[in-house]
């Protein structure tokens, strides 16, 4: 399936998408305010370490080696096996653990240790989440974009109902519940799903552990585990440093534009990860790698481009229609988070060549740096501009990833 097509095919699922997190960002502006959206960016960021660590870190590989082997099924299942066993191992681990320490957990992530319920559910639920994200991981690899799309469809809907309910009914509690456990009851519908696809028996989910697959799916693991750890810590850090030094409005502020910019990238970002990851795995010299990203360079950045242009035009409207009067002191924000914005898609190109040829220290060594930067940057810039700096900061960061990324893959793919 072609770039296009599989942007096209993607557009219908980052449609629904996009208007269900839009719809929840609503109900959350209107029932929680800029202050509980800073909670809600703690505890996703939460959900986010503790998810990767719990699954293996492993989604990653699976879909590069199920695509690396779409002749040979027979490797796929050993794949496929390992990931499985890894992953209910490493659930049900992490999901004890969460449960002894969900006190300790609350008041570290959200401040308050009376709100360890959220964590119990969480804990509870933690092994459907991981099988789900899976699930999907083998239908990306399998290029099943219908099934694939279809069941990120499902998931979208479902985030909405569950969310709408638990906030109207429970406020912040609500949301943080419907944050805890949406994603976990979305594996029934993409189980559904899978259950009518040809390759899928239960019994290659899990059993044996193959050695040698799991050695491949380990650099895998390195680099998800190094990303689930660098990128939430900083916005954690970075959140926490705005909520003592601006207060915690601001850092809900932050939050707001943070998922508005993650809503409207969204079509960019999952048809990087549908089409991008499995047709880089494929590719096997360095030459087609780099016509590859040239050719995504002349479709994605447009696209990112021309929507950031369009979000900066229209954001008194957005912020009054999507969130709240209480939200308007997050304008100051716009230019420069999406600067930064068409930036990162700019070097996410190079970054999926890394993930496609399992280039494990350099991808490593940058998530580590760039993120300390960006941390440090926000250190730097929010005493002079304010909330401003946070979104200077991220601009600039990737200003100077972007150089950086590219030098170092073209200088790697010279020798592929």
């Not at 998810?51 to 870190?57: F, I, K, N, P, V």
């Not at 009518?196 to 491949?216: D, I, Q, S």
Request: contains cysteine.
């Amino acid at each position: 399936m072609t770039l296009i097509k599989t942007s096209l095919l993607n557009v219908i699922a980052v449609g629904i998408r996009m208007l269900t997190l839009l719809g929840i960002n609503k109900i959350l502006a209107i029932y929680v305010g800029p202050a509980g959206y800073a909670a809600l960016g703690q505890f996703q960021n939460a959900v986010q370490m503790i998810s990767t660590l719990a699954s293996g870190a492993i989604n990653t590989g699976v879909t590069k080696y199920t695509a690396e082997y779409h002749d040979n099924e027979a490797e796929q299942r050993k794949v496929w096996q390992t990931a499985g066993t890894i992953a209910l191992t490493g659930s049900l681990v992490l999901s004890v653990l969460v449960f002894i320490f969900r006190e300790r957990l609350a008041l570290g992530f959200l401040g308050d240790a009376q709100l360890s319920t959220v964590f119990v559910w969480f804990a509870a639920t933690l092994v459907l989440l991981v099988f789900n994200t899976l699930l999907l991981a083998i239908l990306n690899g399998k290029k099943d974009i219908p099934r694939y799309v279809l069941a990120n469809i499902a998931g979208s809907v479902l985030a909405l109902a569950i969310t709408a309910l638990m906030v109207v009914n429970w406020g912040l509690l609500g949301a943080l519940i419907a944050l805890a456990v949406y994603q976990s009851l979305a594996f029934f519908a993409t189980l559904f799903l899978c259950l009518k696809t040809p390759w899928f028996r239960w019994r290659e989910l899990v059993g044996r552990v193959y050695w040698p697959v799991a050695k491949n799916l380990a650099k895998y693991t390195a680099m998800a585990l190094t990303t689930a750890a660098t990128v939430p810590l900083s916005h954690i850090l970075i959140r926490n440093h705005m909520g003592q030094t601006l207060g915690w409005e601001a850092a809900g502020h932050w939050e707001a534009m943070w998922r508005l910019s993650g809503a409207y990238l969204m079509l960019v970002s999952t048809t990087l990860s549908v089409y991008y990851l499995p047709r880089l795995s494929e590719l096997k010299t360095g030459a087609e790698i780099k016509k590859e990203i040239l050719s995504g360079y002349r479709v994605i950045l447009p696209a990112a481009a021309v929507c950031a242009s369009l979000v900066y035009h229209l954001r008194d409207f957005l912020i009054v229609t999507l969130f709240s009067p209480e939200f308007r002191p997050m304008e100051v924000l716009f230019f420069w988070q999406l600067v930064g914005d068409v930036l990162k898609i700019a070097s996410w190109l190079f970054a999926f060549a890394m993930l496609g040829k399992a280039m494990t220290l350099l991808f490593m060594f940058t998530e580590v740096i760039f993120s300390i930067l960006f941390y440090l940057l926000a250190l730097i810039f929010t005493p002079l501009y304010g909330i401003e700096g946070v979104s200077i900061a991220y601009a600039l960061n990737y200003f100077i990833y972007l150089p950086v990324i590219a030098f170092l893959i073209y200088k790697k793919l010279t020798l592929v």
